[in-house]
């Protein structure tokens, strides 16, 4: 089974930087696409970023420019850097695992989730 870490959220305050991490467990992570998603309060849960098994990265607009994905094979462990931090940025951010590989935008086509990690960005 799957098993999915996040750390590294925290209170920031705006134009700040934050590295998010996610361990993952239980498979063979360099097979699996991997995704961030964040849910801000009375929100819906929507796509920030994403990474393929080969290393295609893909963004939402808003983030392009400020974040990047990034992956480290040996440490089952993916990266998302968030620069120049907005108070719109602010939400729990889920990492997600898609056994396909590809790193999709859709939410629905990721099989495993993390608890989240809480990412506050003061004005």
């Known amino acids: 089974q799957v098993q999915l870490v996040e750390s590294g959220g925290g209170l920031v305050q705006a134009g700040d930087s934050l590295r998010l991490s996610c361990v993952f467990s239980?498979?063979?992570?360099?097979?699996?696409?991997m995704g961030w998603f964040r849910q801000a309060p009375g929100k819906e849960r929507e796509f920030v970023a994403a990474i393929s098994r080969s290393n295609s990265k893909y963004y939402t607009d808003s983030v392009k420019g400020r974040f990047t994905i990034s992956r480290d094979n040996a440490k089952n462990t993916v990266y998302l850097q968030m620069n120049s931090l907005k108070p719109e940025d602010a939400a729990v951010y889920y990492c997600?695992?898609?056994?396909?590989?590809?790193?999709?935008?859709?939410?629905?086509?990721?099989?495993?989730w993390g608890q989240g990690t809480q990412v506050t960005v003061s004005s």
């Open positions: 239980g498979r063979t992570f360099s097979s699996y696409g």
């Open positions: 997600a695992a898609d056994v396909l590989g590809l790193g999709d935008i859709q939410r629905s086509r990721y099989n495993y």
